[in-house]
């Protein structure tokens, strides 16, 4: 591979021809700011919060889209590209509900990171505010529209389940939202409870429910446990406050499998020291469960028994 020198911010690196600008500024240890960008969904370039200014071309460019060339020179917050930043989350706080008092998602919240950062407040002007629509049927998901800002990343990360393809963007402009398959609620969706949209929303729109109310980010420790039930190995994490551990939350999958239920429910058994009912879902609704249909482990059970007679 071919490789290349560009300068950003005044510093020089060495990278290949085929990273973004985004990439190469992460080689620098500086961080763009970006709110629908992930290295492991497909560029999709909406948010436009990592606009930058490039060396010779008047207009700002998404840094998470373009590729570098040799000698590009570019600079990430310019006066020009903060304000375009600031357009930006003025426009998204408008009309967001003021709720990081309350949100689950403060502490880790990009939108709440970013306004910070660039001073940006609550419904400065007035206007239209989103519906506020909060499916609250899924024992694992707490969905909550009126704080979703579009960046569709749980759509794409969705679309990498096999077989689910579960979450849509539906309706346009303003009144664009996530939906599941037909509109329907996540209890009566084909949603499988993987909560890998959960991991990768920006904001506290999607929420591991079974982690509402517990702690908040700033007092917990967290721990990371691979799964073991099956040999791929996804990521979870398990949140503890005074040596007590409180819940765990899907955190990455491994190549090739979807963070699945069973591996959470597992996780959250073999470290919760008093773990919530566990829930199935039967048709299209969530039941209550035994530990053992939840892990699976009826059948083997069964037989143990047998062969113990
Ligand atoms: S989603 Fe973020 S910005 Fe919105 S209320 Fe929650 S913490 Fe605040
Ligand atoms: S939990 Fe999994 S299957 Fe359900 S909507 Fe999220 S990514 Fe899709
Ligand atoms: S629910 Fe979260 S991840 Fe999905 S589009 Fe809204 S903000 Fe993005």
Redesign the pocket.
Same mark, same amino acid.
């Given at each position: 591979m071919r490789h290349v020198t560009i300068t950003i911010d005044k510093q020089s690196v060495v990278v290949p021809e085929n990273y973004t600008i985004l990439q190469a500024a992460e080689k620098l240890g500086i961080h763009i700011p970006r709110l /629908?960008y992930d290295p492991n969904l497909e560029i999709v370039a909406s948010c436009r919060l990592c606009l930058v200014e490039i060396e010779g071309n008047p207009k700002l460019q998404t840094s998470c889209s373009m590729l570098v060339s040799d000698g590009m020179v570019v600079y990430t917050e310019t006066k020009k590209v903060v304000d375009a930043r600031k357009v930006i989350l003025q426009l998204l706080l408008d009309n967001h509900p003021n709720d990081c008092l309350t949100c689950q998602k403060a502490g880790e919240c990009l939108l709440q990171t970013y306004a910070y950062r660039y001073d940006v407040r609550f419904r400065e002007h007035d206007g239209a505010y989103k519906e506020k629509y909060i499916d609250t049927t899924s024992p694992y998901i707490l *969905?909550d529209d009126s704080? &979703?800002? $579009? /960046?569709? *990343? &749980? @759509?794409r990360t969705c679309e990498q389940v096999s077989d689910r393809k579960v +979450?849509t +963007?539906a309706n346009r402009g303003f009144d664009t939202r @996530?939906v599941a398959d037909a509109n329907l609620t996540l209890e009566e969706s084909s949603c499988v409870s993987c909560n890998r /949209?959960v991991t $990768? &929303?920006? @904001?506290g729109? +999607?929420l591991d429910k079974r982690t509402l109310g517990k702690s908040r980010i700033w007092d917990v420790n967290t721990t990371e446990f691979r799964c073991k039930v099956c040999e791929y190995g996804c990521d979870f994490e398990v949140l503890s406050r005074k040596d007590k551990n409180i819940s765990v939350r899907a955190k990455a999958p491994s190549n090739g499998r979807p963070l699945c239920l069973k591996g959470r429910l597992t996780a959250e058994f073999l470290n919760i020291d008093e773990p919530e009912t566990p829930y199935r879902k039967e048709k299209d609704k969530f039941v209550e469960s035994s530990w053992k249909e939840a892990l699976g482990l009826s059948d083997i059970l069964e037989k143990m028994q047998k062969l113990d007679k």
């Amino acid at each position: 591979m071919r490789h290349v020198t560009i300068t950003i911010d005044k510093q020089s690196v060495v990278v290949p021809e085929n990273y973004t600008i985004l990439q190469a500024a992460e080689k620098l240890g500086i961080h763009i700011p970006r709110l /629908c960008y992930d290295p492991n969904l497909e560029i999709v370039a909406s948010c436009r919060l990592c606009l930058v200014e490039i060396e010779g071309n008047p207009k700002l460019q998404t840094s998470c889209s373009m590729l570098v060339s040799d000698g590009m020179v570019v600079y990430t917050e310019t006066k020009k590209v903060v304000d375009a930043r600031k357009v930006i989350l003025q426009l998204l706080l408008d009309n967001h509900p003021n709720d990081c008092l309350t949100c689950q998602k403060a502490g880790e919240c990009l939108l709440q990171t970013y306004a910070y950062r660039y001073d940006v407040r609550f419904r400065e002007h007035d206007g239209a505010y989103k519906e506020k629509y909060i499916d609250t049927t899924s024992p694992y998901i707490l *969905k909550d529209d009126s704080k &979703c800002i $579009v /960046c569709g *990343k &749980c @759509v794409r990360t969705c679309e990498q389940v096999s077989d689910r393809k579960v +979450l849509t +963007l539906a309706n346009r402009g303003f009144d664009t939202r @996530v939906v599941a398959d037909a509109n329907l609620t996540l209890e009566e969706s084909s949603c499988v409870s993987c909560n890998r /949209c959960v991991t $990768v &929303c920006p @904001v506290g729109a +999607l929420l591991d429910k079974r982690t509402l109310g517990k702690s908040r980010i700033w007092d917990v420790n967290t721990t990371e446990f691979r799964c073991k039930v099956c040999e791929y190995g996804c990521d979870f994490e398990v949140l503890s406050r005074k040596d007590k551990n409180i819940s765990v939350r899907a955190k990455a999958p491994s190549n090739g499998r979807p963070l699945c239920l069973k591996g959470r429910l597992t996780a959250e058994f073999l470290n919760i020291d008093e773990p919530e009912t566990p829930y199935r879902k039967e048709k299209d609704k969530f039941v209550e469960s035994s530990w053992k249909e939840a892990l699976g482990l009826s059948d083997i059970l069964e037989k143990m028994q047998k062969l113990d007679k």
